[in-house]
Nanobody, 120 residues
């Protein structure tokens, strides 16, 4: 059993910052790419950023320069530092990871989501 648990969401004013965390736990052998996605009301889930096990990163164009993804492989944790937040960043943010379990099963796992609301 593998679980991803996000934390760090909340209400922030425009221009503010938040840091999201996502910790993977359970019967984990290895973790490949990890990433963040978001889904705003009435919209499809979209990519925010991804990071490989080696630290290579990829960002959606609208997040470049404002968001930074990082990971701590020793803690099986991925982070998303969000700066200069805008009201249009309001969404539920989901963590995703490609995980190989100790039983040799590889799968894509999702967290439960954490709400980020940007409003004055």
């Amino acid at each position: 059993q593998v679980q991803l648990v996000e934390s760090g969401g909340g209400l922030v004013q425009p221009g503010g910052s938040l840091r999201l965390s996502c910790a993977a736990s359970g019967s984990i052998l290895s973790i490949h790419a990890m990433g963040w996605y978001r889904q705003a009301p009435g919209k499809q889930r979209e990519l925010v950023a991804t990071i490989t096990s080696g630290g290579d990163t990829n960002y959606a164009d609208s997040m470049k320069g404002r968001f930074t993804i990082s990971r701590d492989n020793a803690k099986n944790t991925v982070y998303l530092q969000m700066n200069s937040l805008k009201p249009e960043d309001t969404a539920v943010y989901y963590c995703n990871a490609g995980i190989v379990s100790k039983y040799g099963i590889c799968g894509s796992h999702w967290g439960q989501g954490t709400q980020v609301t940007v409003s004055s």
